[in-house]
């Protein structure tokens, strides 16, 4: 049973557009969004992160959006560069209930110059 | 600098065979993690631990065995490795169960 779900699997953008990657998740208890970013033959590193209790969430370039009536949110990246090409992953947890992270299967980007 | 470090960082083995996977963290973490990571399916939890001398099963552990004898150090064991084990695999550490995680840089296993 898949949880976490993300969209697409793989998106190309021009260099300067915005990307956007989406994700969903089925439990009501998760309220904890961290996004992680892993670039070829490296582990995934915490890129940005959101509690439900915010709509929005802003570092640099990155913004995630959070509906959380429809238990959605989508990552931003304006000014895509090359240097963004990476897979993403979204991740859900219930910030102090005890769940375990879970991750989504992760969206691959890549950025053309 | 805190750290997660694996190794081997790539390892070859034959079926059958027994293979140990290393993990160490600096992070003073008390949750470790292995996950691997094949394509398509994202990061898959096999193990975890809350703290040493405790070892948990994840979504995926048949086949693997998890050992933590100390804060710092977390393994995976494969006692009979098969060609289907061949993946990326990855420790990870948090403070909590549900906190952010810090990755180690993978060891990819071939089961030949």
């Known amino acids: 049973q898949q949880q976490v779900r993300q969209s697409p699997q793989s998106l190309t953008v021009w260099e300067g557009e915005t990307a956007i990657l989406n994700c969903s998740y089925e439990n009501s208890a998760f309220d904890y969004f961290p996004w992680y970013q892993q670039f070829p033959g490296e582990g995934p590193a915490l890129l940005i992160s959101?509690?439900?209790v915010s709509d929005k969430k802003e570092d640099g370039r990155f913004t995630i959006f959070f509906n959380k009536r429809e238990k959605k949110l989508s990552l931003h990246i304006a000014d895509s560069q090359p240097g963004d090409s990476a897979t993403y992953f979204c991740?859900?947890?219930?910030w102090g209930g005890g769940y375990k992270v879970v991750f989504g299967s992760g969206t691959r980007l890549l950025v053309s110059p | 600098e805190a750290a997660v470090t694996q190794s081997p960082r790539n390892k070859v083995a034959v079926t059958g065979g027994k293979v140990t996977l290393s993990c160490n963290q600096t992070?003073?973490?008390?949750?470790m993690y292995w996950y691997r990571q094949d394509t398509g399916h994202g990061l898959r939890l096999i193990h975890y631990s809350y703290g040493a001398g405790s070892t948990e099963k994840g979504d995926i552990p048949d086949g693997y065995k998890a050992s933590r004898p100390s804060q710092e150090n977390f393994s995976l064991i494969l006692e009979l490795a098969t060609p289907s084990q061949t993946s990326v695999y990855f420790c990870?550490?948090?403070?909590?169960?549900?906190?952010?995680?810090?990755f180690g840089s993978g060891t990819r296993l071939l089961v030949i």
């Open positions: 959101i509690l439900s």
């Open positions: 991740a859900a947890s219930a």
């Open positions: 990870a550490s948090g403070e909590q169960a549900n906190s952010d995680y810090t």
């Open positions: 992070n003073n973490h008390n949750n």
